[in-house]
């Protein structure tokens, strides 16, 4: 039998390439500096002088004693909260443990219930997108984001939307710039509301419509979204009493019925307005679900709930309560029935157009804020 040798040049090419797997495949990572977000502090943690069962609990340990067991389970997301730092790493890297089995939910992925979503300042301080984690396990350690381009910018990477974290670090290469950057001391933006506030349906946790708002104003955010559990409730402004908001937004009619906002409403705004004789309060109506069109009794509801607020809001302006603020709900999520995942929860898109309509009232509320 006679053995067929290669040409010196095909020779070499086979080497050649031989040699780049070999590299490609004893190539290593470079060391990472890991840095803890606790040590320096995240926005969007109020009460963050009082001690906390987790780190990232959004109320305070004293909460469980006094919050219904759902709000207080709801409240360990870290919903809102951004960890803001400074680099000029060329890649950066995260690591946390998420607490809970459920990545997802049936109208929510993973990469806004569970996922850190990264965003950075450009030359013109702008806040633009640059990458989220796609998580597939409770343990997770990645490379979030390589190959960015040459400079030091401001980044702000925002915790996942529905599951409860165990710590968050940012790694950077060994060699690179890095400073936490602590909380802004500005008043903060304060939100009470629903699922929808909680993030439901937003595929990354930057695209909530807090976070949208909370960008566009350039100022701190503290979202009190409660899944089916933002209802007015005394307990919740007991804690709301206490923070010195630049303008507290009440978003909870989804949860309510007309009955309890009857009840509730002019109590709630009283409490923060005894509190707060200045601060600016912005009572929101419920969204109309997006097939309530062909849904008689659903449109009907949407009427005598939204009418109940209306009549909270005039009774309260005619007491003679100012600083007072009306967003109405039919138009949040945009007027062609396309702004939901399942009628009820936004889209991004539902999420960006409830924004727009926000902003308008919250830069009238936030003047000399």
Not at 102 to 124: F, I, Q
Request: hydrophobic residues 35%.
């Amino acid at each position: 039998m006679m053995l067929r040798t290669l040409p010196p040049t095909l020779f070499a090419i086979c080497f050649s390439c031989a040699a780049t797997l070999l590299c490609a495949e004893t190539a290593t990572e470079p060391e990472i500096v890991w840095h803890d977000v606790s040590e320096w502090g995240v926005e969007g943690r109020a009460w963050e002088d009082e001690q906390r069962s987790n780190y990232f609990d959004r109320f305070p340990a004293a909460g469980e004693k006094t919050l219904r067991e759902p709000v207080w389970s709801l409240s360990q997301s870290p919903t809102g909260m951004v960890a803001r730092f400074e680099t000029n790493a060329s890649e950066i890297w995260v690591r946390y443990d998420l607490r809970k089995e459920n990545l997802s939910m049936a109208h929510s992925p993973a990469t806004g219930m569970s996922g850190v979503d990264l965003y950075a300042r450009d030359e013109e301080g702008t806040w633009r997108w640059v990458e989220v984690t796609r998580p597939r396990t409770q343990q997770i350690e990645t490379k979030m984001v390589e190959g960015l381009a040459p400079g030091s910018r401001e980044y702000a990477a925002y915790l996942p939307n529905r599951n409860p974290v165990n710590g968050l670090e940012i790694g950077v290469p060994a060699g690179s710039e890095f400073r936490g950057l602590s909380p802004r001391r500005e008043r903060p933006i304060v939100f009470y509301g629903t699922s929808i506030n909680h993030g439901s349906g937003a595929s990354r946790p930057g695209m909530i419509h807090t976070a949208i708002l909370g960008r566009h104003f350039d100022r701190p955010v503290v979202n009190l979204g409660f899944s089916g559990n933002g209802r007015m409730e005394k307990e919740v402004g007991d804690f709301l009493e206490r923070l010195d908001a630049a303008v507290f937004v009440i978003d909870c009619l989804p949860n309510m019925g007309p009955e309890l906002v009857q009840e509730r409403c002019e109590p709630l705004v009283k409490q923060l307005r005894r509190a707060w004789p200045d601060t600016p309060i912005v009572l929101v109506e419920d969204r109309r679900y997006a097939n309530a069109w062909i849904r008689p009794a659903k449109d009907d509801f949407h009427d005598r709930n939204q009418a109940a607020l209306k009549e909270s809001y005039q009774a309260l302006l005619q007491e003679g309560v100012e600083g007072l603020f009306y967003i109405e709900g039919d138009h949040l999520f945009g007027d062609d029935n396309e702004g939901t995942v399942d009628g009820s929860h936004p889209t991004d898109l539902g999420f960006w157009r409830q924004a727009e309509i926000f902003k308008p009232a919250l830069a009238k509320a936030l003047e000399g804020r």
